[in-house]
């Protein structure tokens, strides 16, 4: 299973982005996706994760700004940034695990991470 990631980018402080995380190939069920963050000399940290009945879970640092959301019909992961602030700059990464359909193996799958860069 693969993860792509996109909507990284430049953008001023207290502005926003929508990252989306796409999964495809052999996809029997996701159960769990989520979005991680690391920042230059800095360890892999989680953002927010979203089960697959529905439960959201946000870093203390994000909540009130960020929103994790789901596609399920798309296999589609969303984190909406609002209000961003200059130590949001980080490569996110998104994340998901769930069963193969081609092993029916559990699978934990990563994406390729996109640069959100937040100018002061």
């Known amino acids: 299973v693969q993860l792509q990631a996109s909507g990284g980018g430049l953008v001023q402080a207290g502005g926003f982005l929508r990252l989306s995380c796409a999964a495809s190939g052999s996809i029997f069920v996701i159960n769990d996706m989520g979005w991680y963050r690391q920042a230059p000399g800095k360890e892999r940290e989680l953002v927010a994760t979203l089960t697959s009945g529905g439960s959201t879970e946000h870093a203390d640092s994000v909540k009130g700004r960020f929103t994790i959301s789901r596609d399920h019909a798309k296999n589609t992961a969303y984190l909406q940034m609002n209000s961003l602030k200059p130590e949001d700059t980080a490569v996110y990464y998104c994340?998901?695990?769930?069963?193969?359909?081609?092993?029916?193996?559990?699978?934990?799958?990563w994406g390729q991470g996109t640069l959100v860069t937040v100018s002061s």
């Open positions: 994340n998901a695990n769930g069963i193969d359909s081609g092993s029916y193996y559990p699978f934990r799958s």
